[in-house]
């Protein structure tokens, strides 16, 4: 039994794992970790790769999302699919939905996609600061996110792209980003929320969530599905979500009692009215 440190990325993992199976080790033969265990100190192999091998691009795409998982057997699993892809003559493993080593892959890629949509909704940036002129007046904002799975790395692109007018830091225990208008930069998580105050920014947030809110379209069912109550504590309109739910059958209400507006002229159209008097 072999001993083998994964490192905490799909990067580190997909070097040990290539000079590995360039070796010909076989799964079995392996202990992923990253601690000293029972079989002395987890190594990394330095083997450069002597032979050049490919994966389907699917495989690839698998691997760097159930990488982000916590499950500390994800490392074990992936090197198992990949020597089966490689050595073992599956070519089209991944194509095999109802295979053991496939389904729970499948099932750990969806976790992590799912962490990531739900970052991606639930991420609420507070304004802390703003620089002086050296920094070019710009502000800085932050925010604090509590995800299952390593996922920072691979969903803070989508702040990058969307805020990248403004300096922000997402901060969460399983690892931190920080945006400064040119680079993106990783550092470790930390253990607690470090801004606790306030800002105008909720209220604005307060405000939008308010209007956009439709009773006539409430359900509590689905919406706790997809806005799970523990997400609840870190949002700031989420103390409106009961008095919002505890009003919309009065809403609704009036909405239906409300008299019919009436109904908006027929623009003047010189081709319309010709259609019409076809």
Known sequence: MRSVDPGASYAS?????RSLIDEGVPPGEL???????LFGPAVRSKMPPQKVFSVPKEFLDLAQNVACHNEPMRWALLYQILWRITHGGERHLLAIASDPDVA?????????RREIHKMHAFVRFKLVEVEGEAAGGRERYVAWFEPDHFIVEAGTPFFRNRF????????????????????????????RNPVEDPDALEAAWR????????????????????????????????DLIEELIGSSTRRTSEMLAADLRPAKPQP???????LKNL
């Open 13 to 17: 993992w997909r070097e040990i794992a």
């Open 31 to 37: 202990l992923w970790e990253a601690d000293i265990g």
């Open 104 to 112: 729970k892959a499948r099932i750990l890629e969806k976790n992590v």
């Open 164 to 191: 990248a007018n403004m300096d922000w830091s997402i901060f969460t225990p399983k690892g931190c980003a920080h945006w400064d208008g040119e680079f993106l930069t990783f550092t470790a998580g930390i253990a």
């Open 207 to 238: 405000t939008y969530y308010r209007s956009i809110f439709n009773p006539a379209r409430l359900k509590v069912k689905a919406m706790q599905a997809e806005m799970p109550k523990r997400y609840w504590k870190n949002l700031p309109e989420a």
């Open 268 to 274: 003047k159209n010189a081709y319309l009215d010709k």
